[in-house]
């Protein structure tokens, strides 16, 4: 069971999660759990190494620290109030290694992949013991993991690393036989390469860490407890009218968090997936919500398309130029200029007629690719390179899309209706998934229209 920021972000949200394990705990159900910090943390740890880094004096340091100090403490004098001593003890130790590290991004002037993934994993490290204490202060025992303890052994790029096979072996030897004894609470978001620099998996990778570490525990059910009653048509924060969906596929629901679904970390699907344990997607402030169900076979529902989802921060690049037609290795130049710059490409579309191709990247990464991209251009391998920074992409997707011909006319003319240009468009192999591009103005409105569209706010499972 993994637990979300928000559900672990106060005292009152930690008692209620206790209250959650320790009942199924009770049923004799064996637990091992994975928490995220206390929501906001990260963010925090983020924006303190930034500022200090680029400040004169380090005053940012002390307040940063004692406001970590005064949040945890008071609320683990709420839910574990005979493990103060100790815990504090856990904590004071942690605040003196964060402040070496903040010391030493100040003094250097430097703020470093493998610095500020070590700084990042320091919400984990607080709310883990608070968890494990808030169980034992109900006389569950309980033991606090960091994500190395557990076994998680990752590649070593940093922000955003993925767990090596050899975790399994190692979360096996380590995490199973504390089962039928312990609760386990495990940080996740962390793990170390095979050196010991710790590493992160990515923002909001505590669910990839649930995954990683309930396939390698071999759990009968993997569940994720957040702030929303289960994977819904569309973000409930844009979409008002978005519902609950009772089930979805392993690929509906990688392709949902691929474009944007924040309920769950892009990679966590796969894990489950490998093994085919069933995910359930679980409201912690609801917990008698049956939730979503994540298996390989859904249910077919009699719509084609079940939900659609979003991603803002990303860019277009379109490469255009004759020279591309018949030449086999133009496309190859510009996948092996994106790939040395470790540019991961989201989405592709390629038109023969104007010899052009079209690309969808991460916002963040679109310095590196117009470097790499560039000199393509003045060699004249290419004519020429542009990219628009305004945009969003949407996948629609559903598994019965596959084999239902007319959809994709259905979502295009649905867009035309409502005046929104698709300014790009592209099917992946699978059909599971239509994806496209609009300009950043028309994100919001394009979801809403194929939300409306594919009457998507009604339950038509019966
Ligand atoms: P946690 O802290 O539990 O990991 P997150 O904030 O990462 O929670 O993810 C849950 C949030 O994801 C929800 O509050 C919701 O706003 C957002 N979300 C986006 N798309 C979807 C979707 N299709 N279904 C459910 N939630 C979604
Ligand atoms: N605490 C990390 C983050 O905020 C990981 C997570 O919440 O899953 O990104
Ligand atoms: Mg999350």
Same mark, same amino acid.
Request: proline fraction near 3%; glycine fraction near 8%; include cysteine.
């Given at each position: 069971?993994?637990?979300?920021?928000?559900? #672990?972000?106060?005292?009152?949200?930690?008692?209620?999660?206790?209250?959650?394990?320790?009942?199924?705990? *009770?049923?004799?159900?064996? @637990?091992?759990?994975?928490?995220?910090?206390?929501?906001?943390?990260? !963010?925090?740890?983020?924006?303190?190494?930034?500022?200090?880094?680029?400040?004169?004096?380090?005053?940012?340091?002390? =307040?940063?620290?004692?406001?970590?100090?005064?949040?945890?403490?008071?609320?683990?004098?709420?839910?574990?109030?005979?493990?103060?001593?100790?815990?504090?003890?856990?904590?004071? !130790?942690?605040?003196?290694?964060?402040?070496?590290?903040?010391?030493?991004?100040?003094? @250097?002037?430097?703020?470093?992949?493998?610095?500020?993934?070590?700084?990042?994993?320091?919400?984990?490290?607080?709310?883990?013991?608070?968890?494990?204490?808030?169980?034992?202060?109900?006389?569950?025992?309980? &033991?606090?993991?960091?994500?190395? %303890?557990?076994?998680?052994?990752?590649?070593?790029?940093?922000?955003?690393?993925?767990?090596?096979?050899? =975790?399994? +072996?190692?979360?096996?030897?380590? #995490?199973?036989?504390?089962?039928? %004894?312990?609760?386990?609470?495990?940080?996740?978001?962390?793990? *170390?390469?095979?050196?010991?620099?710790?590493?992160?998996?990515?923002?909001?990778?505590?669910?990839?860490?649930?995954?990683?570490? $309930?396939?390698?525990?071999?759990?009968?059910?993997?569940?994720?407890?957040?702030?929303?009653? $289960? #994977?819904?048509?569309?973000?409930?924060?844009?979409?008002?009218?978005?519902?609950?969906?009772?089930?979805?596929?392993?690929?509906?629901?990688?392709?949902? =968090?691929?474009?944007?679904?924040?309920?769950?970390?892009?990679?966590?699907?796969?894990?489950?997936?490998?093994? !085919?344990?069933? &995910?359930?997607?679980?409201?912690?402030?609801?917990?008698?919500?049956?939730?979503?169900?994540?298996?390989?076979?859904?249910?077919?529902?009699?719509?084609?398309?079940?939900?659609?989802?979003?991603?803002?921060? #990303?860019?277009?690049?379109?490469?255009? $130029?004759?020279?591309?037609?018949?030449?086999?290795?133009?496309?190859?130049?510009?996948?092996?200029?994106?790939?040395?710059?470790?540019? +991961? &490409?989201?989405?592709?579309?390629?038109?023969?007629?104007?010899?052009?191709?079209?690309?969808?990247?991460?916002?963040?990464?679109?310095?590196?690719?117009?470097?790499?991209?560039?000199?393509?251009?003045?060699?004249?391998?290419?004519?020429?390179?542009?990219?628009?920074?305004?945009?969003?992409?949407?996948?629609?997707?559903?598994?019965?899309?596959?084999?239902?011909?007319?959809?994709?006319?259905?979502?295009?003319?649905?867009?035309?209706?409502?005046?929104?240009?698709?300014?790009?468009?592209?099917?992946?192999?699978?059909?599971? +998934?239509?994806?496209?591009?609009?300009?950043? $103005?028309?994100?919001?409105?394009?979801?809403?229209?194929?939300?409306?569209?594919?009457?998507?706010?009604?339950?038509?499972?019966?």
């Amino acid at each position: 069971m993994k637990f979300g920021g928000t559900s #672990v972000a106060d005292g009152e949200c930690i008692q209620r999660v206790a209250d959650i394990l320790e009942s199924h705990r *009770a049923e004799g159900v064996e @637990l091992a759990v994975v928490v995220s910090a206390c929501s906001g943390i990260t !963010d925090q740890l983020v924006s303190v190494a930034r500022e200090v880094v680029n400040s004169r004096d380090n005053a940012a340091i002390e =307040s940063f620290i004692h406001a970590m100090r005064t949040r945890h403490m008071k609320t683990l004098e709420q839910v574990a109030p005979d493990y103060i001593p100790e815990v504090t003890a856990v904590f004071d !130790d942690r605040l003196c290694q964060l402040r070496n590290i903040l010391n030493a991004v100040f003094t @250097l002037k430097e703020l470093t992949p493998r610095s500020q993934d070590y700084i990042m994993t320091f919400g984990e490290r607080f709310s883990a013991p608070l968890l494990s204490a808030a169980l034992r202060q109900r006389g569950v025992p309980s &033991v606090a993991l960091d994500g190395v %303890e557990a076994g998680i052994i990752t590649t070593s790029n940093h922000g955003d690393a993925r767990a090596l096979p050899a =975790s399994e +072996n190692h979360i096996k030897s380590r #995490v199973v036989p504390m089962l039928s %004894e312990t609760v386990p609470v495990v940080m996740g978001f962390m793990g *170390a390469t095979e050196e010991g620099f710790i590493t992160t998996l990515g923002r909001s990778g505590s669910d990839y860490s649930a995954a990683v570490i $309930g396939s390698g525990i071999d759990a009968d059910e993997i569940w994720i407890w957040t702030d929303v009653d $289960g #994977v819904m048509t569309s973000d409930p924060r844009i979409i008002r009218d978005a519902r609950v969906l009772s089930d979805v596929s392993y690929l509906e629901a990688m392709e949902l =968090s691929y474009f944007g679904a924040k309920v769950l970390h892009p990679r966590s699907v796969e894990p489950a997936m490998q093994k !085919d344990i069933l &995910v359930r997607v679980k409201n912690t402030f609801n917990p008698g919500h049956p939730g979503t169900s994540i298996l390989r076979k859904e249910h077919r529902e009699k719509r084609v398309v079940k939900a659609i989802s979003f991603i803002e921060k #990303v860019a277009l690049i379109n490469i255009t $130029g004759a020279q591309m037609i018949g030449r086999p290795g133009v496309a190859k130049a510009i996948f092996s200029a994106l790939a040395e710059r470790e540019v +991961n &490409v989201m989405m592709i579309s390629q038109g023969s007629s104007e010899a052009n191709i079209s690309l969808i990247i991460d916002e963040a990464h679109l310095e590196e690719a117009m470097d790499g991209l560039s000199p393509l251009a003045r060699e004249g391998v290419v004519r020429e390179v542009t990219y628009d920074r305004d945009v969003v992409a949407a996948a629609v997707v559903g598994a019965g899309m596959a084999g239902t011909p007319g959809t994709g006319g259905r979502i295009f003319t649905a867009l035309g209706k409502a005046g929104i240009n698709a300014m790009m468009i592209s099917q992946g192999s699978s059909e599971v +998934n239509v994806s496209f591009v609009v300009k950043g $103005g028309d994100g919001k409105r394009a979801l809403q229209v194929l939300h409306d569209e594919f009457r998507l706010s009604e339950d038509c499972d019966d």
